[in-house]
């Protein structure tokens, strides 16, 4: 890294082993470097009067708002209503869209989130608590007028407008994976059960550091024989691992990358 940072926020768990390499290299430079996803980073910098609600606990609230509207017919599943009501309440927030700019798409499905998410504010006024999105509109609107710490954010392939907001008012610095790693280098095994043993090696460094770190593969060519061996190599670890994936869009969202050609 060119310069030391006291805070590195990271955009999911999958940036992790990538820094903590990093900062291994950079030895003493980085001293006390604080590395943590972005989640994190928003409740430590603000920390509201009201609770802030988990996902379950969200995801149990907004059911509530979406079974407290009269519709006919009725909802067949407040579930699956609740959970799309939260994702889509999350991403307004988060691209920081308002309420008037999405009444000027109103149709019957829009007049029906709305009626929901004021059900859903109500209950949140009521109740003393707030959900984690909104955290990061909490936080730019409370931001103090010097922040001492130098922060780095990594991983952000696409960033929400308050995100970007955000990191734009403490001054952060985007990095990139070229700025974290040294150039890489193709290594190169006498066979394919070689270089899934180094893969597995990797695997279990990194599940030592963060046992809640999941594992994606994703290989240019897909055969049995690589399914079988993948398979075998990681179930005797213990490591949860998610296989082998054809094309990145398969892999899912926090997960590590592991990648050969």
Known sequence: MNQPFDIMVLAHAAAKATVFRQLA????????VSVMPYWRFVSQLYEPEQIVLDGKQ?????RLAVESVSLDPPILSPLAAANAAMRAHELLLR?????ATLQQYADPNTDVFLQWRAAYRRLEQERGV????LLERLCIEHMPSTFNKRVGYFGFDHMPAQAKMLFHRLGAQSLSLTSLCQQPKRAKYESPEAEIAACVVFCEQ???????????????????RYQRLLKRALVTTGIPAHGLM??????????CLLAWA
């Not at 707030?130 to 999105?133: E, R, Y």
């Not at 990194?206 to 049995?224: C, K, N």
């Not at 054809?246 to 997960?255: C, N, S």
């Open 25 to 32: 290299k950079e030895g003493a430079s980085c001293p006390s």
């Open 58 to 62: 969200a995801t149990a609230l907004w």
């Open 95 to 99: 691209e920081n869209i308002s309420e």
């Open 130 to 133: 707030i959900s984690s999105a």
């Open 206 to 224: 990194l599940f030592d550091q963060d046992d809640s770190a999941s594992i994606a593969v994703v290989a240019a060519t897909e055969t049995e």
């Open 246 to 255: 054809r094309t990145f869009g398969e892999v899912p969202e926090i997960a």
